[in-house]
Structure formats: structure tokens, C-alpha cells
């Protein structure tokens, strides 16, 4: 047997995404030699410091490092046809498959599948179904859009688990339609919202999903009102909403009631979904992956119980979202500004190279709302935001750091101080 069929090597461009890095993880248990290259690699940041001390190789992404050698190569959508890397796979005839087309390729033809997709909630159901799983001792393979924070720790991520590969949860991503590559074994969808596609090409994306799947769970709408009150540590209504999900999914399953109750009880959540971090001059910290208007008005509204105000900073992750979502998030943020003594600081559109068309902007955005509403901020840096927040917020208020693919507004609202 060659070398190569021994020890299969796999190459992930854009390996910092949150399902790319989980990719790469998998890939290392199950024996592939691992390598990948990210626009935004930093060695002291997560995930490539925690994919580095696994020894997976990150390089430049300038094609240096692309050779025959490389068997499989994994990209995702938000790869361009013109990146380096890419260019040079095709140029030497590699294989190359999207993120969706490798997991695929991973799972056993013969194994069962539980897939959680929807525009909201997903990562929460999936992580919450896979923890259950993991305390009912039935030792499921899991593959999440972020981590369990009850997995994460110094050495592992948390956004995988690695156990028998005939049973596999996995969050599947309605984005980019990849979610269409899976047949599974049982399908839960928690909502469908206006995200990345208009709501007439969800349905019928999400209609399809339905029609190759064995048994699905979740339609379009969820009714768990029978089920009592369930103790939990999440915050926000539509976090409920998640555990109610995975819980009559696990009842349905055939796990027994009180050690359903029991794993709830015991979860911790999941990594930057509400995350709180800690304080700053007694303003209550947290963290949240939030980035179109479905989840964005989730956040913000969660805390209307609290005493103090809640402030909430934003960094748009696209040219294209925030164009999509435009006028939601100017009705969003109206609602929330005018009921409400908090504020709202918003970022520059994160932007890290490649081709986009852009319309709007953040201080459009900004020029519009600020007219009407004076607890409307815009911050052109972290310097400045950080200005922004000793100036607005008191003790006893709530900070909220929301947005997608920076990996800096985790780094940011974690070392205030």
C-alpha cells in the first residue's frame, strides 16, 4: 500500500472559518495529514493557535504551498475563483471539494444523520442535541458552526466531537444551499428568516431538503407548548426557543425525559451566542456571533428585563448581508432605540480582500439613523469604540459585541480593560 493511501493529506483554503477549522479537526482524527492557509491568520489568535498545537501547517494562501502531494482540496463559498490557492489546485488537476462535498465525503454511506438547519438557531440546536447525545452515552460524531463551551477548553475548540462514526449530528448550512449535498437520516429546521437569500428561495431550498430526507422533525414552525418549563442557563427567548427544539427532538428520539432535563441543566451554551466574558467597570460583558436582522434582533431585545441599559456594538461580516438586510436592521435598530435608554455602535464592514460590489455603507447607515436617534454611534476603529463605550456605559449596564468572520470583536470585548 502507497504512502499516500496510508496517510491521505487534505488542504483547507480558508482554514480559520468556523466550519473549515472544524473540517480540519475531523480530518486529523480520522488520520488525514492536514494542512491550510487563511487570509486572516494569526498565530495568537482562535482557532490557528489552537489548530497550530494540533500540528495541523497553516501557510500563506499565495499558492507557494499547493503541490501534487496534496490529495483532497477543501474550500468553501466564500473562496473566489481567482484566490491563489484555488488557481493553482486547477492548474494542477487536484481534487477539489467544497466544505459540504468533503464532510459528505467523511460520513459512512450507511451511517444515521441528524442534520439541524434553519436561519436561526441552528448552531445552538445542534450543539444542545450533540451534548444530550454525549450524556445519554450514545457517543455521537459532531460537527457545529461554534463551540460547546462545555467542550472548550485549553486544547480543544469545542465545535467537534469526535465518537462513533455511525451516528452523526451536524448543522447544515442553508447559505450556500450546501445543506442540498446531505441526505439524512432525520432533518430538524428551526425557523426560516431573510438572511443571505430572499424568503421565496429559502422555502423552496428548505422544501427540497425536506423531500430527501427520511424522517423530518421540524418544519417551518414549532409548537412545544406542552412542554413545562425547563431549567436551563441560556439567556433570551429565542434561546429557549432552540431548547425546546432539541428537546422534543431527543423525546421523539426515544432519550428518557429526566436525562434530557438533566444535560439542559448542565449546558453551558455555546461560544459566542450570548457568551458572557466578564466585566469592565461593572458592565456586564458579552459576546455574540449575531450578523443579520433575524439574529441581530434576537440580541439586542434579549435583555428587556434588565434594570440597566444594554449597549450593543456591531461589526457587518459583508458587503452583500449588509445590503440584503439594510432596511430590517434601520427598522430593528429604530424600534430598539426609541423603546430603550442603551445604545447602538456600529463598525466599519469587515472586509479582508476579494471581489464585492458595495452599495451602502456602515456611515450611511450611521447618517440616517444618527439624525433621529443620538444613542446611535459609529465607530471607525477599535480605538475609538472603545472611547465610545468609557463614555455611554455605566455600572450595572449591559455591553453586547456583535458580528460575524472578525475575529477581533471577540479579542476586543474579552481584553477590555
Known amino acids: 500500500m502507497s504512502n499516500k493511501l496510508i496517510c491521505p493529506t487534505v488542504h483547507f483554503i480558508g482554514i480559520g472559518g468556523v466550519g473549515m477549522n472544524a473540517l480540519a479537526q475531523l480530518s486529523k482524527l480520522f488520520g488525514f495529514k492536514v494542512s491550510g492557509s487563511d487570509r486572516g491568520f494569526n498565530p495568537n489568535l482562535s482557532p490557528y493557535k489552537e489548530l497550530l498545537n494540533k500540528n495541523i501547517a497553516i501557510t500563506p494562501q499565495d ?82 458552526g461554534a463551540s460547546v463551551l462545555n467542550w472548550k477548553n485549553s486544547n480543544n475548540l469545542g465545535n467537534i466531537r469526535y465518537g462513533n462514526k455511525k451516528l452523526w449530528i451536524i448543522e447544515a448550512d442553508e447559505s450556500d444551499k450546501s445543506m442540498l449535498k446531505f441526505n439524512p437520516t432525520h432533518a430538524i429546521l428551526t425557523n426560516i428568516g431573510k438572511d443571505h437569500l430572499p424568503l421565496k428561495s429559502l422555502k423552496k431550498i428548505f422544501k427540497k431538503f425536506e423531500e430527501q430526507t427520511a424522517k423530518i422533525f421540524q418544519k417551518t414552525t414549532f409548537n412545544a407548548d406542552h412542554v ?47 457568551e458572557f466574558v466578564g466585566t469592565f467597570n461593572h458592565i456586564k460583558l458579552y459576546d455574540d456571533y449575531a450578523h443579520n436582522s433575524m439574529k441581530i434582533c434576537a440580541t439586542i431585545n434579549s435583555f428587556q428585563h434588565n434594570k440597566k441599559n444594554v449597549h450593543a456594538f456591531w461589526r457587518p461580516h459583508g458587503h452583500a448581508s449588509f445590503n440584503n438586510n439594510y432596511n430590517d436592521l434601520i427598522n430593528i435598530f429604530s424600534n430598539f432605540l426609541k423603546n430603550n435608554k442603551g445604545s447602538i455602535i456600529l463598525l466599519p464592514i469587515y472586509y479582508v480582500g476579494g471581489t464585492v ?40 449596564d449591559v455591553l453586547i459585541g456583535m458580528g460575524a468572520r472578525d475575529p477581533n470583536i471577540s479579542s476586543f470585548i474579552k481584553n477590555l480593560k
Not at 66 to 94: G, M, P, R, W
Not at 239 to 252: G, L, P, T
Not at 366 to 380: G, H, I, R, T, V
Open 357 to 396: 460590489c458595495i452599495n451602502r455603507t456602515s456611515e450611511d447607515m450611521y447618517d440616517e439613523l444618527n439624525k433621529l436617534y443620538k444613542n446611535f454611534y459609529y465607530a471607525p476603529n477599535y480605538q475609538e469604540l472603545k472611547k465610545i463605550i468609557i463614555k455611554i456605559c455605566s455600572k450595572g
Open 63 to 144: 499558492g507557494s504551498n499547493i503541490s501534487n502531494n496534496i490529495d483532497y482540496v477543501v474550500y468553501s463559498s466564500a473562496i473566489e475563483n481567482d484566490n491563489l490557492d484555488l488557481k493553482k489546485c486547477k492548474k494542477l488537476k487536484l481534487k477539489c471539494l467544497h466544505r459540504a462535498e468533503f464532510l459528505k465525503f467523511l460520513i459512512p454511506n450507511d451511517a444515521e444523520l441528524i442534520a439541524v438547519t434553519g436561519t436561526a438557531g441552528k448552531t445552538t440546536t445542534t450543539g444542545l442535541i450533540g451534548w444530550i447525545f454525549e450524556y445519554a452515552k450514545l457517543n455521537p460524531t459532531v460537527y457545529n
Open 228 to 274: 413545562d418549563e425547563i431549567k436551563n442557563n441560556l439567556i433570551g427567548k429565542h434561546n429557549y426557543e432552540n431548547i425546546k427544539i432539541a428537546y422534543e427532538f431527543c423525546i421523539n428520539y426515544g432519550i428518557d425525559d429526566k436525562l434530557i432535563r438533566n444535560a439542559i441543566k448542565k449546558f453551558s451554551g455555546i461560544e459566542r451566542r450570548l
